[in-house]
């Protein structure tokens, strides 16, 4: 395993459901985070956590909550979402959060969620 | 507010063409541009970052940056069919821990 993975690959949900969507990072990070990719608009940064504590929420509803269990895994839980909630949901991790020379995102292939 | 907007696409150009790719930005303390490729059903990887105004090659691709009118760009010279993919510009004003700003991206065709 290398780099970002993320499951499942595709997730189809309907709004009373409960699920979660799952990444793991095989670089040796202390950051991850949530980002949010919806058609015709920019990602979205969702959640970030620094050595698995949380150090960034931006104004996400709560029917979204992310644990951060170590610093190699990172959940979103979903509860009651809404059909605008549909998007790619792409996990990152990056080596720290303060950008040095070169500081870069590396990206997971995302889960895919629909909610009908 | 947008913090960063990119010009109108998506593009498709003939193989071997030059793409120019655009975003412009509204913030000035952006010192931290980049340049991500996301391909079809794929995660974005960085292509290419630079922290100054001016010039940045790298093979085919050079990136160019201009503080004073908040535009950067991207330039793909004997553009490719491997090179079809979505590209998006991001920028961070350093030391703020991590806000990366997107752009929406700009989606590539390169025919055959």
């Known amino acids: 395993e290398t780099g970002v993975t993320q499951t499942p690959r595709h997730l189809v949900m309907g709004m009373t459901n409960k699920k979660s969507l799952k990444c793991e990072q095989h670089?040796?990070?202390?950051?991850m985070y949530w980002y949010k990719q919806s058609a015709k608009k920019p990602l979205e940064l969702m959640f970030v956590?620094?050595?698995?504590?949380?150090?960034e929420n931006n104004s996400v509803p709560s029917r979204f909550s992310p644990e951060c269990p170590n610093s190699s895994h990172l959940f979103l839980h979903l509860h009651t979402l809404q059909p605008e909630d549909s998007a790619l949901y792409l996990c990152?991790?990056?080596?720290?959060?303060?950008?040095?020379?070169?500081?870069?995102?590396?990206f997971g292939e995302g889960s895919r969620l629909t909610v009908l | 507010q947008k913090e960063v907007e990119k010009d109108p696409g998506p593009l498709s150009v003939p193989e071997g063409a030059i793409v120019s790719l655009n975003c412009t930005y509204s913030n000035s303390a952006f010192q931290y541009f980049m340049w991500y490729r996301q391909y079809s059903r794929k995660g974005p990887e960085l292509l290419m970052y630079t922290y100054s105004s001016g010039n940045k090659e790298d093979g085919r691709f050079t990136a160019q940056v201009d503080k004073s009118s908040k535009y950067i760009s991207l330039f793909i010279r004997d553009s490719q069919p491997s090179d079809s993919a979505t590209y998006l510009c991001?920028?961070?004003?350093?030391?703020?821990?991590?806000?990366?700003?997107f752009g929406t991206g700009t989606s590539l065709t390169v025919i055959p």
């Open positions: 990152a991790s990056s080596q720290d959060t303060a950008y040095a020379e070169g500081g870069e995102l590396f």
């Open positions: 670089l040796g990070h202390n950051a």
């Open positions: 956590y620094n050595f698995k504590e949380q150090t």
């Open positions: 991001a920028m961070s004003p350093l030391n703020t821990g991590n806000q990366f700003y």
